[in-house]
């Protein structure tokens, strides 16, 4: 608190309201204990693994879910991972993020708040081009999914052609988006059928998994350690929800693929 009051911390997007804090400085003092909660999970080697074991098998499901094959989107995630886990990026990709506002390399920082929240935030207000394919009654479905998906990789490549480093990190995870975001755009915005109330589902997951890491009642503000606690068996929680959710079919499906561990990278290297 004393930090937070005192300006010493540093957030990129404030989302009091969003998580349901009193305000600006209580939403700060917990981000800047939530970071140090994250650092002792991430110490933890099995924890890295089952955190992007868990994403994987999240996104591939959507991509299943659309009738998409999540094999390129497998390949296309191994890349990232194999370049985070090469000790010389490590620097280019914190003045990477640190030019996007991202001044801490942290899970937080890095995977829910400007990866996940920053997505879910364009989604809910896409361009004017997309919103008038969608809405467009006289075009049939096939159509509007391919029209969305040219759009999304539109915006993606004028956001490739502004990068300063050509084969950063920022460059490979737009490699990941390509595949995934018009996906994720469709699912959002176009008919209400099970793709979209997957989407929705996980949307939702994720916002209540947020809200409880802000909330006293739902973890301990005591130390480090068992604030990690709480917000992993929390992630562990809502994991468990939406692999019911996906149900057997789709994680029958899932098995073919192989998992991808979580190299010790950037995200984990504050941590140790």
Known sequence: MHLAEDGKVFCRVLRTELLECVGDIDFLAKVHCVRQA??????????????????????????????????????????????????????TTERELATRGVKHMNFYDVVLDF??????????????????????????????????ASSCWSVLKS????????NGFI????????LIIPILAWGFLGPRDSLYNLCCFFKEQV????????????VRYTSPECLAEDILHLIQRRTELLMAYLGTDSLRQLNGYVGIPLPNGPLEAHAQ
């Open 38 to 91: 994250f650092k002792v999970i991430l110490s933890d080697v099995t924890n890295r693994r089952f955190f992007a074991e868990v994403g994987r098998k999240i996104l591939s499901a959507i991509m299943l879910k659309a009738h998409k094959s999540p094999k390129r989107f497998e390949e296309v995630f191994e890349e990232m991972m194999h370049f985070l886990q090469e000790t010389d990026h490590w620097e």
């Open 115 to 148: 990866i996940l929240m920053d997505s879910f935030e364009d989604l809910d207000n896409p361009p004017t081009s997309i919103q008038n394919v969608v809405n467009n009654r006289w075009l049939n479905n096939s159509f509007k999914e391919t029209a969305v």
């Open 159 to 166: 956001k490739k052609q502004q990068m300063k480093v050509p």
């Open 171 to 178: 460059a490979h995870f737009y490699a990941v988006c390509e």
């Open 207 to 218: 916002l209540f998994f947020l809200k409880d890491i802000f909330d006293f009642e739902k």
